[in-house]
């Protein structure tokens, strides 16, 4: 159950494409943490970049 | 990805219209969003710079740093106002802050960035000021305050630019929710590389020595981190085909190009302004790219249905006899 918590129900007599509707739908927000913490690292990244291009040798 | 023979695939005309109904609501985002992913990421690389360039005494450098986040940051703002349609829109999202939205944690970000980003380029005015009354307290106070906005600002700004990764990720778009865990370094290195672009530019060649380490380490953090785009599978199609793919890999030539040509540039203005065009390029196609492939995977529903009836098969033991298991 990818979905959690019971809104509506409907019964299908038919695979869920036949209706126009998802299979096996899950809520993108249950990755949520896993996002922002590869955000974290992508800005840690960012951050450690710019302070390598700035420790560098004066020209 | 094989598809043929499979039963997975239903005709497109049974999934694609139930009552006219396509299976997945595309964002009504506006093109203004894949802007603002370009602009934000400018500012936030500019201010960046900006901050380094003030710690390592690089004062024209500064300048055009603090300049380019005001600048991207301004735009930013115009553009966000103009998809949302009204600006007090913008004021409805100050109303609440939630961190399960990456909408409202963005919104709080630029609220702090901006004005900060803002402070620290109109700073670089004072030696303008005259020297004597309330304008030279002005003069005086200005660069100390203004140096504090831009270390502050510098400090939001990694935020800034790789937290559109999650708005984008954080959706039922295919192509982009399957990619989270590549958009924030994509994003990171082309807010880097654009903000670099503009820094070889308008900053004088003395001062840009940063600048081209600095396109290196942006199109090494794009290119390690965007290397799973294309891998992705079924999903990952639109960063390689269509309109969405040609600007992905235009973005990509583009900072390739860039990068190497900032490198061998220190002796040449001309060289530098135009390695530093193809970074800012390479950041619009890239963004535009990326837009356009969740554009894409959204209005074709097999980028729906075909994976999710693979993973519901496989759950269920019933894998597709052409994979052999």
Known sequence: DGVGGDGAFFLLLDEPEVYGLP??????????????KRAGLAALAMTAATVFAFLGRRA | MTRGGERLT?????FTSYYGRPILKPPVWKRDIAGYLFTGGLAAGGALIGAGAQLTGRPDLRQVGRWTALGGVTASAYLLVHDLGRPARFHHMLRIAKLTSPMSVGTWILTVFGPLAGVAAVAEIAPRLPRHGVLGLARRLAPPVGDVAGLAAAATAPALATYTGVLLADTAVPSWHDAYPSLPFVFAGSALAAASGIGLIAAPASQTAPLRRLALAAATTEVLGGRQLERMGLTGEPYRRGRSGRLVKAGRVLLGVG???ALFSRRSPVLSALSGAA?????????????????????DPKYTVVPQRERLDRREGRSPAEKGT
């Open chain 1, 23 to 36: 299979p096996d739908p899950v809520v993108t927000t249950r990755d949520l943490p896993a996002m922002w």
């Open chain 2, 10 to 14: 239903v005709p497109p005309a049974e």
């Open chain 2, 259 to 261: 990068a190497v040509a």
């Open chain 2, 279 to 299: 970074l800012v390029a390479s950041s619009v196609a890239t963004r535009f790219g990326v837009f356009e492939a969740g554009m894409a995977s959204a209005r």
